[in-house]
């Protein structure tokens, strides 16, 4: 087309008349433009998967005043997701007991990164009753879903030697959590008012399962509150990688331009 354009006996001139200006062509083999955005999330972890049975571990437990606990992350939790605490305990059916307080927490701004630990004071939202850890025995269960049907997360048992009651019979006693495995990913304590995890702080999330929820590594107290654990390192915790992929193509070129960001909370 540009040669023959450009050749002057392909041009009608007049000085009276105004030939038709041409509006239609084709240009075969034109190149081709073709742009592809493609999003690739990948997610691995150590442990059970975002938001299950041993995503989390309780660290504390203080029933003398003032009451406290700590709640170890150990997987990412994404932005929306509601956390509830309570000191219910858990009857042989899985069913809460309902008696005692349930508060909650909704994951905010861009997520919760594993290693991260949650207190009381993070619980801002009553659910129901009130949550007082006795200092005769109790609980600090933590699940997602709804009271009436809890999928449990992590648990801690304050109440008798070392072991999970057959039933919630009383304020005090619970049986151990439906899907969760006591040692694994939820403990049971010889009973005191205070206690404190003080085994090693950083490790993969299976590893940090198995140490936190091992007897031998917590201090107990019944007149001293052992300090709580805050700061945790779980290492090949969720990752995330995000690929933005731009290509222009032409009959005699190709062109590839590919970002991509990655966000761990460890490495």
Wanted: aromatic letters at 4%; one cysteine or more.
């Amino acid at each position: 087309l540009l040669a023959s354009i450009n050749n002057p006996s392909n041009w009608q001139g007049d000085d009276s008349s105004q030939p038709t200006i041409p509006t239609s062509f084709t240009v075969a083999a034109a190149a081709t433009t073709t742009t592809t955005s493609t999003t690739t999330t990948t997610t691995t972890s150590a442990a059970a998967s975002n938001t299950g049975a041993g995503s989390c571990a309780v660290v504390g437990y203080h029933a003398d005043s003032p009451d406290e606990v700590g709640v170890l992350l150990l997987e990412e939790f994404a932005a929306g997701t509601q956390i509830f605490i309570t000191d219910d305990g858990v009857h042989a059916d899985g069913s809460l007991r309902r008696s005692e307080g349930i508060k909650s927490m909704t994951v905010g701004g861009s997520g919760l990164a594993a290693g991260s630990v949650l207190t009381l004071s993070d619980f801002s939202n009553n659910e129901e009753g009130s949550i007082a850890l006795s200092a005769s025995g109790d609980q600090v269960i933590i699940f997602t879903g709804s009271a009436a049907s809890p999928d449990f997360l992590c648990a801690l048992n304050n109440e008798g030697t070392a072991e999970w009651q057959a039933d919630a019979e009383s304020s005090s006693t619970s049986a151990l959590p439906p899907g969760l495995t006591n040692g694994a990913t939820a403990v049971a304590l010889d009973e005191k008012d205070n206690y404190a995890y003080t085994g090693s702080t950083s490790g993969t999330a299976a590893e940090l399962l198995a140490s936190i929820n091992n007897p031998s590594n917590w201090q107990g107290d019944d007149s001293s509150q052992p300090t709580i654990p805050t700061s945790f390192t779980v290492a090949g915790a969720a990752t995330s990688t995000t690929t933005m992929e731009t290509r222009t193509a032409s009959p005699s070129s190709t062109t590839t331009s590919t970002t991509k960001t990655t966000t761990s909370s460890s490495t």
